[in-house]
């Protein structure tokens, strides 16, 4: 029977800040929406839900009260951990960083650097999206501190290979505390989707270090399946991608958790529980009386 390190931790990013219901019908807006499809991800196998806040005409948000409305709808109907985003676009510091002071989610996600973050269609020959993403040294290392002083696990995304190396820096600094957590995004304009440059990633984070995929689009499912066979952990959800490996249009983000369950119990790993989760990913255990304290 497998125990803990056999298994794969799943994490649902419900909504991001670009889709819309143009795109995907089932992404959330209102705050009871966010509860709902966190549970469908929780009952498809989903340990963690990766939150960007949304107000409730489904507008980019930044505002506590609106994380604090999400969170409150989420814990109500599932034990789910709460990563929330710091990402944001043309957004002070102070304001991205607010909602993780005030709220203390079990995870923060902290952005490892600037990218120039695109999406190219070859069909139609141009660039769907394309932004740039700043964040110099001095910011992250602001958001790593005050993620410290709330006791909040920060998850390094990583659009590049030099934003690890940014890493490496922050552990020697001894902001960024072991073990750390690793996103490694693929496919939006830093780390292209292949597999050769997983591979070649994966070998420059830390020794001890947990790690997730999150591939775009197209690259979602092949990806997924690789960073399974490596021993990854894995991130799917409407953030990412629309589509089932089928080719058909997901309906709910319950539907990609469980066909990437299924991938994983394929492959040969089974699917991490919250509990098995948090020890995974060096959370301490959510008891009652934190679970009040923050609510």
Request: proline share 6%; hydrophobic share 40%; with cysteine.
């Amino acid at each position: 029977m497998s125990n803990w390190k056999d298994k794969v931790v799943i994490t649902c990013a419900i909504t991001g800040a670009l889709a819309n219901r143009k795109q995907a019908e089932g992404i959330p807006y209102r705050p009871e929406e966010y509860g709902e499809e966190a549970k469908r991800a929780y009952d498809a196998g989903a340990a963690v839900v990766h939150v960007h806040a949304r107000e409730e005409d489904g507008t980019p948000s930044m505002r506590p009260e609106m994380y604090r409305r999400e969170r409150d709808e989420i814990r109500k109907r599932s034990p789910i951990i709460l990563n929330f985003s710091t990402g944001a676009i043309g957004i002070p510091p102070e304001q991205r960083i607010a909602h993780i002071r005030e709220l203390q989610p079990d995870i923060g996600a902290l952005n490892m650097g600037s990218v120039n973050y695109l999406k190219y269609s070859e069909n139609r020959k141009s660039f769907v999206w394309d932004f740039t993403f700043q964040n110099n040294m001095n910011e992250v290392t602001f958001f790593l501190t005050e993620m410290n002083k709330a006791g909040v696990k920060p998850e390094c995304e990583c659009f590049d290979t030099g934003h690890v190396v940014n890493s490496h820096h922050l552990i020697h600094m001894g902001i960024l505390k072991a073990p750390p957590d690793y996103s490694l995004i693929l496919g939006s304009g830093g780390i292209a989707p292949e597999p050769e440059d997983l591979m070649h990633i994966v070998r420059k984070l830390p020794p001890g270090a947990t790690w997730k995929t999150i591939p775009v689009s197209h690259a979602t499912w092949r990806l997924t399946a690789q960073a399974i066979v490596m021993g990854g952990n894995i991130r799917v959800g409407f953030e990412d991608n629309f589509y089932l490996p089928n080719g058909n249009k997901a309906r709910s983000n319950g539907e990609l958790v469980e066909a990437a369950a299924n991938l994983a119990r394929v492959i040969g790993r089974e699917v991490a529980s919250v509990d098995e989760a948090r020890q995974i990913l060096g959370l301490p255990a959510r008891s009652a009386s934190s679970a009040a304290s923050a609510a």
